[in-house]
């Protein structure tokens, strides 16, 4: 199992390592942010190997958010990452509604 974090403090659990993306809102955009990432969220939990998929809200600021996901493998999150949302277009309106980049550093689980 693998926990990836991001450097927004976000995390990722899976059995294999998978990709994350820790979001904080452009100032205005937080009810259209929550709203794609809700939509992104349903699309990956119907997809083969989306074990959980759960959307955190930072208590200190409501713009900054994360995703705990458990996939069954990496290559189960690429696949449905890039089918669902990079291929949809929903990736780029989700960029649209962010205020910075995205950071998806990878992290084993080690105890």
């Known amino acids: 199992m ?6 927004t403090g976000d995390a990722v659990k899976g059995h294999d390592p998978a990709t994350n993306s820790g ?3 452009a100032e205005g955009q937080e009810a259209t942010l929550l709203e794609l990432q809700s939509e992104g969220r349903q699309r990956m939990l119907a997809a083969e190997g989306c074990e959980s998929f759960d959307i955190l809200q ?7 958010s994360a995703f705990l996901q458990t996939w069954s493998s ?8 890039g089918e ?5 277009g ?3 309106k ?3 509604a962010l205020d910075e980049g995205v950071v998806q550093p990878f992290y084993d689980v080690v105890s």
């Open 90 to 92: 929903h990736l780029e």
């Open 58 to 64: 930072d208590q200190a600021d409501p713009r900054s």
């Open 84 to 88: 669902l949302i990079m291929a949809s």
């Open 2 to 7: 693998s926990l990836l974090p991001t450097s």
């Open 74 to 81: 990496s290559e189960a999150h690429d696949a449905a990452f």
């Open 23 to 25: 979001d904080c809102a």
């Open 94 to 96: 989700v960029l649209a």
